[in-house]
């Protein structure tokens, strides 16, 4: 073996082997708990919420939109019409939306194919949400001290299937 085929090799060894050492590591992101703070309230004690089917567009244009009319949900069009939830369907889907177990530590880039959408609103207060699909991807938009705050998490796929099998079966259709 001659002496660059030695040098390679001792290169590629130390390499992995500094890879090994190394932890693996992430930017840990707030939950969606810590991120709303007292604004959690707003899902979890609710006086009402609808839901809708949401066209897709881009980020930028949905960031724009956000909270500007209420045919658009944090910040992406409505397609149709809002479904009233009845307390029931609302309040469990607040329950599996709220608790930040059921989002899986993984940032992975998705292209998002449509949207539905949750409003819960308590008092003058709102805080929006669309769920990508199918990526499983959650955005959540809300109004702190006059400015709108996202927040943005994976559903577990068993809970995202719960949340869309509830989504279709709301019952009351309003304009």
Known sequence: MNTLHRIAGWSGLFFLSSLYILPLSYAQQPTLSEALGASA????????????????????????????SDMRMAGYPVKGTLRELNKQESGLLARLLAHDKNYINVLRRCKNQSFKGIRFNKKAKKIEVAIGLPCNQVLVAYADKNHVQWWGGILD??????????????STTIN
């Open 157 to 170: 796929e068993k809970i995202a299937s719960l949340v869309l099998t509830l989504l279709e079966a709301s």
């Open 41 to 68: 309230d707003i899902i979890k004690n609710h006086t009402s919420a609808k839901s809708a089917t949401m066209e897709t567009v881009s980020v930028a244009e949905s960031r724009k939109y956000a909270f500007i």
